[in-house]
């Protein structure tokens, strides 16, 4: 991978990490197009999805600081109710992570028809958000449960993290505002957790396909690009303009099974 492809992924990375637009799905496609080997570059994608965390700990840098700061009063109040609602959708996607990490690194692959199809499934979730009333003000226990299956399922290429778990907040009732913070903190430990094992596993330095000048300008891209799309996408939730991205993911998921079906049979 040269520095000038790192560029591109990274910057491809952190733009769609938070907006609903699928950012593994959209990696995948972009590895595909420059022709890079989407099954020696896992330590890149891990590094920029490290980025993009950076990032939101950047913008919920207050939030952040607010419930760490509470949770050490030692009391049930409501900074220490959100912070179990969030370790519990963090259940399903540890699981996944613990138990599964091999299966789910096999989706990974470059297989534009299956993240073309999963891109589908996005545009289909954000279209169905209009669906949606925001009349709840809390996120409650079994919704954090349900928000975190979604967050699961979007382990897949082309299944939008932020896409599914906003949605399904939306759908279930809950305010816009509320979910798209809880969308965004939920995130955090998981893919730290997945960047400390992969380091501790030796897996990243033992992968030989990106370089450490590549993997740092992926990283930089990913973290400055993802500062102005975490901002812009808390923006567009809140205005409830997710209709377009439902429209774009549509499209780009029907142009990406075209062109993978047309591979396949060449």
């Given at each position: ?49 490290g ?5 939101t ?10 419930l ?9 109040n ?25 299966q ?11 993240v ?14 209009y ?68 380091i ?12 450490i000048?590549?993997?740092?300008i ?9 500062l ?36 396949s049979?060449?």
């Amino acid at each position: 991978m040269s520095w000038l492809e790192a560029l591109i992924l990274g910057i491809l990375q952190g733009l769609t990490e938070f907006l609903p637009v699928s950012s593994s799905g959209h990696l995948e496609l972009g590895k595909a197009i420059l022709g890079i080997d989407a099954e020696h570059s896992l330590a890149f994608t891990v590094v920029v999805h490290g980025a993009t965390v950076l990032s939101t700990i950047i913008v919920f840098r207050k939030d952040i600081w607010d419930l760490i700061r509470d949770l050490f009063k030692f009391q049930w109040n409501d900074s220490t109710r959100y912070i179990a609602k969030l370790l519990v959708s963090m259940i399903p996607v540890l699981f996944l992570g613990l138990f599964f990490k091999d299966q789910i690194e096999s989706f990974f692959t470059g297989n534009t028809v299956f993240v073309g199809s999963m891109l589908i499934v996005t545009a289909i979730l954000l279209a169905l958000t209009y669906l949606s009333k925001s009349n709840r003000r809390k996120i409650n226990f079994p919704d954090a449960v349900i928000i975190g299956i979604a967050q699961a399922f979007a382990v897949l290429p082309g299944i939008s993290r932020s896409g599914a778990t906003i949605s399904t907040g939306l759908l279930l009732g809950n305010k816009r505002e509320f979910i798209t913070r809880f969308s965004f903190l939920m995130v955090l430990i998981p893919i730290i957790g997945a960047n400390l094992k992969d380091i501790a596993d030796g897996d990243m330095l033992a992968e030989g396909g990106v370089s450490i000048p590549a993997l740092l300008i992926g990283f930089f891209a990913a973290f400055i690009a993802g500062l102005f799309a975490c901002k812009w996408m808390i923006g567009i939730v809140k205005k409830g303009n997710l209709i377009y991205f439902a429209v774009y993911c549509m499209i780009i998921g029907l142009i990406a099974i075209f062109i993978g079906s047309g591979q396949s049979i060449l």
